[in-house]
């Protein structure tokens, strides 16, 4: 039926149905991406916004509902950074990410808020603008956590579909958090908040990290999502 719909906007339903039975994620055939009320384009190449990053987005919601500075590191398409933008509407907003696949359609997501949003390109706190730091309100990061070897135990839809670069947290699947843990307090305004996606088994060591970067950091869980989040406070100055 979602096949069905899009095909009377894109391609054929024919050629739709043959990429879906080839194994491509039904989000890239389709164009987009259900996530957090809205609906986020992708297509080849790009990550797919997974529902249980919405545990996150809420969690975000609770804690930072007055962030005025918010940045989304690791945005790939931007479905945090363009949910954030919706519920936050005065709030100036940067997402970044490593790969120009994902932040040509991060930029095509949050074009509605162009005045106040913005897509920058680079590897981790490098793609932001020097005046953000110490600015930064609310920092969401959905970085990449798999350890190098459960790669290749993936649903072949991801390991075949998605860019390798989105996944892979190296050989314990912290290493982007590692990088993100060392960075963080120079980019974190005082009483600035942190939140990272991260599993159950690896949550307590991506707490441990952001606790050992000065933060006071905890963990919460949503069950029915399989969703885990880190989520950290730098002191008020
Ligand atoms: C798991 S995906 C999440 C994307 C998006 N936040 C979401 O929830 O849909 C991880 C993203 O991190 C990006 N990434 C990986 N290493 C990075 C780095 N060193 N600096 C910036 N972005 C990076 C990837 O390109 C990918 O878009």
């Known amino acids: 039926m979602i096949l069905d719909a899009a095909a009377r906007t894109a391609e054929s339903e024919d050629g739709m149905v043959e990429r879906r039975c080839a194994g491509e994620p039904l989000e890239h055939v389709v164009g987009w991406a259900a996530f957090g009320?809205?609906?986020?384009?992708?297509?080849?190449?790009?990550?797919?916004?997974?529902?249980?990053?919405?545990?996150l987005l809420e969690q975000a919601l609770r804690v930072g509902r007055d962030a005025g500075v918010v940045v989304d590191l690791c945005c790939g398409a931007g479905p945090l950074a363009a949910a954030l933008a919706v519920r936050l509407p005065r709030a100036e907003l940067h997402g970044a990410d490593i790969d120009p696949v994902q932040t040509a359609y991060a930029r095509r997501n949050l074009a509605l808020f162009a005045d106040r949003a913005t897509v920058h390109e680079g590897d981790l706190y490098d793609a932001l603008p020097a005046v953000l730091r110490g600015r930064v309100e609310l920092l969401v990061a959905n970085a990449p956590y798999v350890p190098r070897a459960a790669l290749a135990t993936l649903p072949t839809e991801a390991r075949d579909h998605e860019p390798v670069l989105s996944l892979d947290g190296g050989a314990d699947g912290l290493a982007v958090q590692r990088r993100l843990a060392e960075g963080v307090v120079e980019w974190l305004a005082p009483g600035g908040r942190l939140l990272v996606e991260t599993s159950a088994r690896q949550a307590p060591l991506t707490r441990g990290m952001f606790a050992g970067a000065g933060l006071d950091a905890w963990v919460v869980e949503c069950e029915e999502r399989e969703a885990s989040v880190v989520v950290a406070r730098r002191a008020a100055a």
Not at 37 to 48: E, H, K, M, Q, S
């Open 37 to 55: 009320g809205l609906r986020i384009a992708v297509g080849p190449g790009v990550f797919v916004p997974r529902r249980r990053t919405e545990f």
